[in-house]
T-cell receptor, first 112, second 112 residues
Framework: NAGVTQTPKFRILKIGQSMTLQCTQD?????MYWYRQDPGMGLKLIYY???????DKGEVPNGYNVSRSTTEDFPLRLELAAPSQTSVYFC???????????FGPGTRLLVL | LAKTTQPISMDSYEGQEVNITCSHN???????ITWYQQFPSQGPRFIIQ???TKVTNEVASLFIPADRKSSTLSLPRVSLSDTAVYYC?????????????FGAGTRLAVHP
């Protein structure tokens, strides 16, 4: 199993541009999450999904959108990039019978 | 969701035992205590989880007193590779919405 994979690893965006951060897991986990981590800080939950077709907001959803058309994929969309969205983004997944979340390697985003 | 408090940073030397204590005074009956480890430029990784008393695995031990208002992560004989940020999280296990609240964590530096 590859676990949780994220692409791209690093991206520079200009203010106002849009992009999609990709997240895929091959563990057949029904729960998936998107977090952001600012320098020196803990992770903050952006959006989560309890299964295909079901998503909900976390702590800091403004400026982001998600979709979950399949169990494996959970893309995060930034429509109008802002400097405040400069951060490292982590995707995670877990089984509903377990507490443990498995994290991807992260995507580093810089908005200039 | 119970708030957790842990030291911002700790220093140790190779071969020593490291104990990181986390306070969670408002822990609920259904809450479990989970510790994650994060290396620079990587996503968090699950270390250990417990509900009460003591839990031990191949990586660490977790001590939880009877009142469950605190917990202590114990890392035996640390090495340089244990230098990382350690997060203590409290939340309900399994089922429903699982939201992990990450604080700033404890930055452990292991010196030669």
């Amino acid at each position: 199993n590859a676990g949780v994979t994220q692409t791209p690893k690093f991206r520079i965006l200009k203010i106002g541009q849009s992009m999609t951060l990709q997240c895929t897991q091959d563990m057949n986990h029904n729960y998936m999450y998107w977090y952001r981590q600012d320098p020196g800080m803990g992770l903050k939950l952006i959006y989560y999904s309890v299964g295909a077709g079901i998503t909900d907001k976390g702590e800091v959803p403004n400026g982001y959108n998600v979709s979950r058309s399949t169990t494996e994929d959970f893309p995060l969309r930034l429509e109008l990039a802002a400097p405040s969205q400069t951060s490292v983004y982590f995707c995670a997944s877990r089984l509903d019978s377990q507490e443990t979340q498995y994290f991807g390697p992260g995507t580093r985003l810089l908005v200039l | 969701l119970a708030k957790t408090t842990q030291p911002i940073s700790m220093d140790s030397y190779e071969g020593q035992e490291v104990n990181i204590t986390c306070s969670h005074n408002n822990i609920a009956t259904n809450d479990y205590i989970t510790w994650y480890q994060q290396f620079p430029s990587q996503g968090p990784r699950f270390i250990i989880q417990g509900y009460k008393t003591k839990v031990t695995n191949e990586v660490a031990s977790l001590f939880i007193p009877a009142d469950r208002k605190s917990s202590t992560l114990s890392l035996p004989r640390v090495s340089l590779s244990d230098t990382a940020v350690y997060y203590c999280l409290v939340g309900e296990i399994a089922g429903g919405y699982n939201k992990l609240i990450f604080g700033a964590g404890t930055r452990l530096a292991v010196h030669p």
